[in-house]
Structure formats: structure tokens, C-alpha cells
């Protein structure tokens, strides 16, 4: 599939996308959930169908890649049996949509979970454990290789690197010793 442009403005292309709508058949179109990580937009959307009076529900997640191009806000359609490469989709749309069609749907909500618990073993360190920096991570020309956790503010971690508290974004840790 390709991109489709046309919107003045990234929220105009989400509510565009996440409106319902009915098809010329009498099937409705719904958005049950959305939520926008950066530049993907992730939908729990809900079509019923009618056969014979008797209504059925299929769900599935929408991933909608949104970009801009020559003035133009637009999307690039997607879901989750594509096999799409972002996989920062919230959890708890898997409990909206818990049918798991064939395809890659499977294998990308294994990758979703993975990633959230690799986020989550990037955060949550508390004091007095060691961080392992990632190779490369460099501090006023010092390569860094595993401090002590020194202060912890909500989800913000600092360790203390030549007389400074300094935050340590997930970004740069390997791991959290505990």
C-alpha cells in the first residue's frame, strides 16, 4: 500500500482515520482505541457485518505510519498481519482486540511484547544498583561503563559522573545489575 496525503495538519489526518464510518454494504467501521507514539498512530478498529440479520464483529490494530510531504499531512495504512516494523503499540490493545488473525499478526504482537519488557528492564532501577552503559556512551570525553545509581525521581534515573548528578536516558543503558 502506498501513502495517501491531503491533510492540513497531523491531528486533521487522526481524526480523519479515527472517525467511524458505514460502507455502502451497511457494514460500520468503528475505532474502538488510538493512541500516537511519535509518528505512528496504533487503532483498535471493530468492523460488523450483517448477513441475514445476524450481526458479527471482527477486531483487529491499526498501525497508520503519518508523515509529511510538500505541505500535505498524510498516512501510510497498515495492520498488525503485515508484518509492520513498529512495536511500540500499547499492550492493553491486545486485551481490545484478542483475536489473532494468521499472517504475521502473531509474530508482531510477540515482537511488541518484547520490546515493552526490554523497555522495561531499562527503567525502574533504584539506588544503589549499576548501570551498564551501552559501548560508546561518552560523558565530557569519558567513555562510560557502569556507575551506581545515586538518585531516582519517578521514572528518571541519575548517577554521579565527576561531581554532577546526571540523567541517564534508557537509550544508553545495557542493562540495570540489581
Known amino acids: 500500500m502506498g501513502w495517501y496525503y491531503g491533510e492540513a495538519s497531523k491531528q486533521a489526518v487522526i481524526d480523519d482515520i479515527t472517525k467511524g464510518w458505514v460502507a455502502e454494504n451497511g457494514n460500520r467501521h468503528l475505532t474502538l482505541a488510538k493512541s500516537v507514539r511519535g509518528n505512528t498512530l496504533y487503532t483498535v478498529n471493530e468492523v460488523l457485518t450483517y448477513n441475514d440479520g445476524i ?5 483487529y490494530i491499526g498501525i497508520y505510519l503519518l508523515g509529511k510531504s510538500g505541505g500535505d499531512w498524510g498516512y501510510k495504512p497498515m495492520d498488525e498481519s ?3 516494523y513498529q512495536y511500540d503499540c500499547p499492550l492493553y490493545f491486545f486485551d481490545l482486540a ?3 488473525p494468521g499472517g504475521y499478526a502473531r509474530e508482531w504482537r510477540d515482537k511488541v511484547r518484547e520490546h515493552h519488557r526490554q523497555k522495561g528492564k531499562k527503567q ?3 539506588v544503589g544498583q549499576t548501570i551498564v552503559f551501552k559501548p560508546g556512551v561518552r560523558f565530557q570525553g569519558h567513555t562510560l561503563d557502569r556507575e551506581v545509581v545515586t538518585m531516582v525521581s519517578g521514572t528518571k534515573v541519575y548517577v554521579r559522573l565527576f561531581g554532577y548528578n546526571v540523567r541517564v536516558t534508557p537509550k544508553h543503558i545495557e542493562r540495570i545489575e540489581r
Do not use: D, L, T
Not at 55 to 59: N, Q, W, Y
Open 55 to 59: 450481526e458479527k464483529s471482527e477486531r
Open 82 to 84: 503485515m508484518g509492520a
Open 98 to 100: 484478542p483475536i489473532v
Open 124 to 126: 525502574g532501577a533504584k
